[in-house]
């Protein structure tokens, strides 16, 4: 949930006008709200997860301030994992793809491997290409019934 100043709430408050505990000036904390009946029930569920919700938002502060002086600087990403490029797949690899699923739309886990081989992909990324071009022929299909 997104509170008035662009933060996440911390999970156990429920920051709103007519909830059990909304967001103080400090973005950190959570205060009951004046006008709920279960006060000391949301101020013990919101107490609970300060600790790990200030670690977080702490790391995640410090993260981006790194991020704008040094573009270079570690990402908020595990380590190791760094966002795969997007797959730029060629016309005649296009052309094959797309006469394969005009046969057979939803091939078969070996029917993919075999294709991936065949036209030198990866075999995810021949999966997510038929995921894809069966939304697309879904969407186009109820587009024109509108």
Known sequence: MKSGGGLMAPPGCFPGRYSPTYRS???RRCVPNPSSRILEDASLMCNSWSPRHNAWLEEA???AKNKRRDPD???VLPAGE????RTSIAAPEKRSLEAYFAVQPR???EKITAIA???DLKKNVVRVW???QRQKQKR???AAQH
Do not use: V, Y
């Not at 760094?82 to 490029?85: G, I, L, T, V, Y």
């Open 73 to 75: 600087a570690p990402s």
């Open 82 to 85: 760094k966002k795969r490029k």
């Open 61 to 63: 502060e410090a993260q």
């Open 107 to 109: 091939p078969s886990g």
């Open 117 to 119: 081989e065949k036209l």
């Open 140 to 142: 186009m299909k109820f």
């Open 25 to 27: 000036s400090d973005p």
């Open 130 to 132: 038929f995921c894809n």
